[in-house]
C-alpha cells in the first residue's frame, strides 16, 4: 500500500482510515498479541527482537506431539509431513522470502552455529591473506565467532579484522566508506562478513553492490540476515552472494530460539569436494542408512547439514512461513513497511520534533521496519524513557549504548499501534519513571 507522505494527518482518526484502507489489516488477527495486566492490547513494537506467536503455531506444533505419541518412530516416515524430510516443506517458501533458490537454502541449526559452519568453508585464510572486513558494531555473537575463527587459525585478531567504523554523529556506515576498504584490502581480505539490516542503526547495507565488488576480487561474502529476513526484499542468488545465514525469530515469527536459515550459492554447493565440517544429515539421502564411513555430500545446501533438526521447532516455522505465503511474500509487505515506518517518522517529527533524534537513514531504500531513536533532552536518560514505555503498556527495546529500537511489523502492526506509540512516548519524556 504506497502512501505519498503529504497526506498524513496527526490524528487517531487517519490512522483508523489507514487501517481500515489496509489490505492486510487482517493478518493482525492471525497472531497472538500480549496484553497488560489491566487487560489492554500491549503496543507491540518489538518484533525485530521476537515475532509474535502466530495463532497456528499450537496447531502445528500439537500435530506432531500427536504424531510423536501415536506411531513413535514410525513418524520418521508415515503422516502427511514425516519428520525424516520435514525441513524440505520449509524450503521453497523461505527462499522465496531470501530470494534464493530451493536447492540454495535449508533451515538448520542457529545462526552462529551455521555461521561457524560457513567459515570451515569460506575462511581459508593464508599468510598473505587472512583478514575479515567487518563493522565494528557488529553484532556481538557475530564479532565473537569471527575473533574466534580467526584465532582458531593462527591469527591474531588485532591484526587480522579490518573493521568498518562510524561515529556518534554519523552512527550508519556509507557505500563510499565499505567500498574504499575492500580496495584498499582487497589483497589481503580472506573474507567479507556483513550484516543486512543493521541491528543498532536499522540501516539496510548495500549488499547487491558489496557482492558485486567482493566478486571482482574473488573474496568470499557472506551476510547476517537476522534483522533482514522477513524485512527487506532480498534477492541472494541474483546478487551472487556466497552465503548468508539468519535466525527465524525475529521477523520470521518462528518463537524463541527456533532454528535458523542458512543459504550458499548454488556454485559452491554443488561442488560436493568442498571443505566443511560434515556430519551425518549432510550425507547422500539414497545411502545414508547404509552406515557407510564414506561422507558423501548432498550437492545442496543441505550438504552442510550436520545432525537431523528439531521437528517441534520446524513446525513452528512451517506455521510462520504459512502466514507469510497468504499474505502474498514480502512485495505486499514491504510495500506496508514502508508506509508504516514512514508514518512513524513524520509523526515523531510532528509531535516531538527535536525532543528525540531518528538515527536510522530517512530513505525508505535504505531501512527496514526499525526505527531507531535517541533521546535528545537534557537531564533525561533514555534508559528510563524505555521503562517509562513498559510501564505504560508500549514493548519496544532498548540497546546499549543509548538507542530505542520501534519495528512496526506489517503483519499484525497497525497505524492505530504507531499513532499510540508516539503518543505514549511523548508523555513518558515529560514524566518520571515509577
Not at 115 to 136: D, G, K, N, V
Not at 231 to 252: E, G, M, R, T
Request: net charge negative; with cysteine; proline share 7%.
Amino acid at each position: 500500500m504506497s502512501i505519498d507522505r503529504a497526506v498524513f494527518q496527526t490524528g487517531l482518526a487517519f490512522a483508523r482510515q489507514m487501517d481500515v484502507a489496509d489490505p492486510l489489516q487482517t493478518f493482525r488477527e492471525m497472531f497472538c498479541l500480549p496484553v497488560t495486566a489491566s487487560g489492554e492490547p500491549v503496543i507491540y513494537l518489538a518484533g525485530n527482537s521476537l515475532g509474535l506467536q502466530p495463532k497456528q503455531t499450537g496447531e502445528y506444533v500439537q500435530q506432531e506431539l500427536d504424531k510423536w505419541r501415536q506411531l513413535g518412530v514410525r513418524g520418521h516416515f508415515e503422516g502427511d509431513y514425516p519428520w525424516m524430510p520435514y525441513h524440505e516443506f520449509l524450503t521453497e517458501p523461505m527462499a522465496k522470502l531470501v530470494g534464493g533458490l530451493p536447492h540454495e537454502v535449508v533451515m538448520m541449526n542457529s545462526l552462529t552455529v551455521n555461521l561457524h559452519l560457513m567459515f570451515a568453508t569460506f575462511y581459508r585464510p593464508t599468510p598473505q591473506r587472512h583478514q575479515i572486513l567487518i563493522e565494528h558494531q557488529a553484532f556481538p555473537s557475530d564479532f565473537h565467532a569471527v575473533e574466534s575463527q580467526i584465532r582458531w587459525h593462527g591469527f591474531d585478531p588485532p591484526t587480522a579484522l579490518v573493521m568498518l567504523t562510524s561515529s556518534p554523529e554519523q552512527p550508519t556506515i556509507e557505500w563510499d566508506d565499505i567500498a574504499d576498504a575492500i580496495e584498499r584490502h582487497r589483497d589481503s581480505l580472506a573474507m567479507i562478513l556483513l550484516p543486512g539490516v543493521q541491528y543498532y542503526t536499522g540501516q539496510v547495507y548495500p549488499m547487491q553492490r558489496i557482492a558485486a565488488l567482493a566478486r571482482r576480487y574473488e573474496i568470499p561474502f557472506g551476510l547476517d540476515l537476522a534483522h533482514a529476513a522477513g524485512n527487506v526484499p532480498l534477492q541472494l542468488h541474483q546478487w551472487d552472494v556466497d552465503f548468508a545465514v539468519w535466525c527465524s525469530y525475529k521477523y520470521l515469527n518462528s518463537g524463541p530460539g527456533s532454528v535458523g536459515g542458512c543459504f550458499i550459492h548454488e556454485r559452491h554447493c554443488r561442488d560436493t569436494d568442498l571443505v566443511r565440517l560434515a556430519g551425518w544429515w549432510g550425507h547422500d539421502k539414497q545411502t545414508r542408512f547404509l552406515m557407510k564411513n564414506e561422507f558423501q555430500a548432498i550437492p545442496t545446501a543441505e550438504g552442510w547439514q550436520v545432525s537431523n533438526p528439531p521437528i517441534l521447532s520446524l513446525a513452528a516455522i512451517r506455521a510462520a512461513l504459512d502466514v507469510f505465503i497468504r499474505a502474498g511474500g514480502m512485495v505486499p509487505l514491504r510495500e506496508k513497511s514502508i508506509a508504516l515506518t514512514g508514518y512513524l517518522e513524520w509523526l515523531l517529527d510532528q509531535r516531538l520534533g527535536p525532543r528525540v533524534k531518528v538515527i536510522t537513514p530517512v530513505e525508505p531504500p535504505r531501512r527496514g521496519c526499525q526505527l531507531s531513536l535517541t533521546v535528545q533532552l537534557d537531564g533525561v536518560e533514555g534508559r528510563d524513557v524505555h521503562r517509562r514505555l513498559e510501564q505504560s503498556g508500549v514493548e519496544c527495546d532498548w540497546r546499549e549504548p543509548n538507542v530505542l529500537r520501534a519495528a512496526p511489523v506489517p503483519l499484525y502492526n497497525s497505524f492505530e499501534d504507531v499513532y499510540r506509540f508516539v503518543e505514549v512516548l511523548s508523555d513518558c519524556l515529560s514524566t518520571k519513571a515509577t
